[in-house]
């Protein structure tokens, strides 16, 4: 039997704004098992990245438990939480995702470092990431001297770095053109398979949709729908 | 490896860096700049005052300042002034030989002050030799001539190369008496000591008083920065201090002492007033700077970096920064001071003719003092450590949600 890696409860999320409550998630529940790999979907305002955030910790639920890989992550303090987010999940956003002042090799090995992982271990396994989302000649560049796909393969290299169990990305290709966007996919579903990441990823588009193997819709902060296909 | 992280986000933005080093120089600058004008002045002014009066310091025989007499002079000693002049802050000796005596010319007498000077030292001190504004200086140290004060000279009704007779008492109640003649007439800034002195070189005094080789005080000047106590700690221990006594300008003026003390009160509202200046420029830089990094902040806390880490490594940003803007600011404070008295800044109308009245250099004189240089910039790094806790404590206080979304 599969494991269950993500097992979100009624969650709801209730933001404030200007006293006028917005209801972004309602009741949602959500079962990912290890190794899947599902896009989330919806039209905008949805609640995709709200339930991303309540996933990855990045933010509380108004009500409802998160558990990730049986750890109840609506319930452990800043500092843990912090800490379970290092070494358990690795975080794609839609741009801009990496230390503009760090070169590819040193953005990846950031989180190494975090992790107390020594120098030798660290550069070895730099390269390592670098090759495997194909950018071992950058090593040296900074941000600003790649491509927006450049980039986002990068972060999806620091994401992998610390052997996360998911990885969690919103819209990761929001911000590529359509070759880089399906280059990133396919690197993302390469890990997937090889590596036995989980990856939960929103969405709008359909090239990027038709790739994943399960895609779960929201609408108005609700699952509406939840299907498993056969990715082309 | 966190310190190479702030290291790299200063080395590697240079722009921010910039800013924010350009702002923390010129804090230090004008702290400094303003200090050294401020101490300036009265540095200045002390230094004007002591060279016509008292000098930095004072040697007597003990007991001297309690009974300003004659007898409690003492005898010129070769050996003492070398030893005094081999301190390098010891710029000047003045030997003097001070009593009072009665002055009369004609119908009229006056009670006046004589000073037995040497010449050539209160030329070099004070320039004694330009405020005669008739007749001439000096020419030699035993001259049988007095220089007078324009007002005394009013008061006696004499002119230049008038004879002035002068009655006291001399050395051990022997009796002074001598007729000189008037080389000049000096315009002094006091305006109660141009209406009391009468200047005569100091081995004419001596011979009036009966007190050969005697003087009643050693005046000792210094550069204009040197600490007055450890001053007058290095010559006491030069000298017997059972039979000499030493006594700073603050002891023997004490008026003078309060006044600037009263006086200076006033400029801690206004260096008050530039800290907060200063302050709001620094806060300013920080403001922007963490406001500009938001997001960078909020992805480094969602891939796994603790918050008081990556507040440490903001600290850190900052001291290092503010570190190279003092050490940047000391350089440009120390060029500007270094400037501004080789070539001084005049003042020109009223202020000029005011300045020259009381005998003083008609310049804004800047403070060179270390103390002014170490303590400024201090003070500024003090505050610009204080205001970097500011961006510390929005990255604790950081929701990283939001932050990325910014
Ligand atoms: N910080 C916030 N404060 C107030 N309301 C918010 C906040 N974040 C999201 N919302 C609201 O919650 C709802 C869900 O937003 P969310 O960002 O999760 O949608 P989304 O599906 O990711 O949309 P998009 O496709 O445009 O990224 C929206 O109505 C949004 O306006
Ligand atoms: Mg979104």
Known sequence: MKKTIIDAHNVSKTYNEKMIPVKALQDVHLHIEEGEFVALVGPSGSGKSTLLNMIGGLDEPSSGTVFVDGVEITKLPENKLIDFRLENIGFVFQSFNLIPVLTSKENIGFVLQLQKVPKKDREKRVLELLQEVGLAEKINSRPGELSGGQQQRVAVARALASKPKIILADEPTANLDSKSAANLLDIMAKLNKEEKITFLFSTHDQRVIEKARRVITLVDGKVDSDIVQTPT | ?406
Not at chain 2, 20 to 35: E, N, P, Q, Y
Not at chain 2, 194 to 209: D, E, F, K, S, W
Not at chain 2, 222 to 234: C, I, Q, R, V
Not at chain 2, 246 to 266: C, L, Y
Request: aromatic letters at 10%; proline letters at 3%.
């Open chain 2, 1 to 406: 490896m966190f310190l190479k992280l702030a290291w790299l986000n200063i080395w590697r933005n240079k722009r921010r860096t910039l800013i924010t080093i350009a702002s923390v120089f010129f804090a230090v600058l004008l702290a400094i700049t303003f200090r050294s004008v401020t101490d300036g002045v009265y540095e200045n002014m002390i230094h004007n005052v002591v060279s016509y009066s008292s000098g930095y310091l004072q040697i007597h025989k003990k007991g001297y300042w309690d009974e300003q007499s004659i007898d409690n002079s003492f005898e010129a000693n070769e050996q003492l002034n070398q030893r005094l002049l081999s301190n390098p802050k010891v710029t000047q000796l003045m030997p003097r030989l001070e009593t009072f005596a009665l002055s009369s010319f004609g119908d009229k007498t006056k009670g006046v002050l004589v000073l037995g000077i040497d010449p050539a030292s209160e030329k070099m001190v004070n320039q004694l030799d330009e405020k005669v504004i008739e007749g001439g200086y000096f020419q030699s140290e035993n001259d049988n001539a007095v220089l007078v004060g324009s007002g005394l000279a009013e008061q006696l009704n004499v002119k230049v190369n008038d004879t002035l007779i002068l009655i006291g008492q001399g050395y051990h109640a022997s009796s002074a008496a001598g007729k000189f003649n008037i080389i000049g007439i000096l315009k002094l800034g006091s305006p109660e000591l141009n209406g009391n002195v009468i200047y005569m070189p100091l081995r004419t005094a001596q011979n009036l008083h009966g007190a050969e080789n005697r003087l009643t005080s050693l005046s000792i000047m210094l550069s204009k920065t040197s600490d007055l106590e450890g001053s007058k700690n290095a010559v006491e221990s030069t000298i017997d201090t059972d039979a000499y006594e030493v006594m700073t300008w603050k002891q023997m003026m004490p008026e003078m002492d309060q006044f600037i003390e009263a006086d200076s009160a006033g400029h801690y509202i206004i260096i008050i007033v530039l800290y907060i200046i200063i302050s709001f420029g620094l806060f300013g830089t920080l403001l922007m700077m963490t406001f500009e990094r938001n997001r960078e902040f909020g992805i480094l806390i969602a891939i796994g970096m603790k918050k008081r880490l990556l507040a440490f490594v903001v600290l850190l940003e900052s001291i290092m920064i503010s570190l190279i803007g003092c050490f940047m600011g000391i350089l440009g404070g120390i060029l500007l001071v270094r400037l501004f008295t080789e070539y001084p800044i005049q003042f020109s109308g009223s202020l000029q003719e005011v300045y020259e009245e009381y005998g003083f250099e008609p310049i804004i004189y800047f403070s060179g003092h270390p103390r002014i240089f170490i303590n400024q910039t201090l003070i500024v790094l003090v505050l610009a450590i204080l205001l970097a806790l500011y961006p510390g404590y929005k990255v604790i206080r950081l929701r990283p949600v939001e932050a990325i979304n910014s």
